[in-house]
């Protein structure tokens, strides 16, 4: 039976900005997302039935159609016409509804490795046309990179690569739905911020400016329902961070560090409050 294992990496967002919602009901954004050293682990593996089984370690995550990574086997399988069987092992380290973006890397990284597993001969574009039934921020992850997103965050435009920054994550042990979130918008607050300061700093490669411009619109409201977020940010900052910034959705705040000690130094203090605080940089 074929078998693979694929990191697949969580991502922050330098840079998010709401724009306006659409008539369809869904919003026009612009984000800037970079991939980082915190890794689920996935293991695709064929079985003799003719089914999809997901495993996992975390006893929070769905096992059922409602997981990205079910949600990516059934879609490859039916378009594709695979007759075969498959299970899913997935070793869960990326917080879930925590603004990293682990789902929608785990659907990405299954898409990829059952295009490997099959012999499916698939090229990117194709699976981004996967990818983008499955989750805006699936089509990220299949690319990686530092990259602007637009329209719904499905179209993708590459930004020069970061040089390595230091980074220190760190999570209050609670979930905030992407849903939720969207659904409870200050439109008062939103689509001001075009990120033009976040993205110049990311061309000249200049850690301190991207550190300074960093912007989140979420960051409006979404800390009014969980102050954890801004006691965490004000620690970081406390604690040396140059900048500091929920991700997506939230609710884990990162912080950018000008070197691998002072974020030794900030993650171990930060370490203590909060368990889910997390050690990475850029990739």
């Not at 975390?58 to 159609?65: E, F, Q, T």
């Not at 209050?172 to 939103?190: C, F, G, L, M, R």
Request: glycine share 8%; net charge positive; aromatic share 8%.
């Amino acid at each position: 039976m074929k078998e693979i294992t694929l990191k697949a990496p969580a991502k922050i967002n330098l840079g998010l900005s709401i724009l306006k919602k659409l008539s369809s009901g869904y919003h026009e954004v612009k984000f800037i997302f970079q991939q980082i050293s915190l890794f689920d682990r996935i293991n695709l593996k064929e079985i003799k039935k003719d089914e999809i089984k997901v495993i996992c370690n975390d006893k929070n995550v769905p096992l059922d159609k409602v997981n990205t990574v079910y949600q990516a086997a059934s879609l490859i399988k039916r378009k594709m016409k695979i007759k075969k069987g498959i299970q899913i092992k997935i070793d869960k380290q990326i917080p879930t509804a925590a603004g990293l973006g682990g789902g929608s890397s785990n659907a990405a990284q299954t898409l990829i490795g059952l295009n490997k597993i099959w012999n499916l001969g698939l090229n990117t574009t194709d699976l981004l046309k996967l990818g983008v039934k499955i989750g805006m921020d699936v089509c990220y992850q299949l690319v990686g990179g530092t990259k602007v997103a637009t329209h719904l965050g499905e179209k993708l435009k590459s930004l020069p690569q970061l040089p390595k920054i230091y980074l220190v994550l760190s999570n209050p042990n609670q979930e905030v739905s992407t849903k939720w979130a969207y659904q409870n918008i200050d439109y008062s607050q939103i689509g001001k911020q075009q990120l033009r300061g976040l993205i110049k700093g990311i061309q000249k490669k200049d850690i301190k400016k991207i550190a300074k411009s960093l912007h989140n619109d979420f960051e409006f409201w979404v800390p009014n329902f969980y102050p954890a977020i801004l006691k965490i940010k004000y620690k970081m900052l406390k604690n040396g961070a140059l900048g500091a910034m929920m991700s997506g959705s939230g609710p884990t705040v990162f912080g950018i560090f000008e070197n691998k000690i002072e974020a030794k130094k900030a993650y171990q203090t930060l370490k203590k409050e909060f368990p889910k605080t997390y050690l990475a940089e850029t990739i």
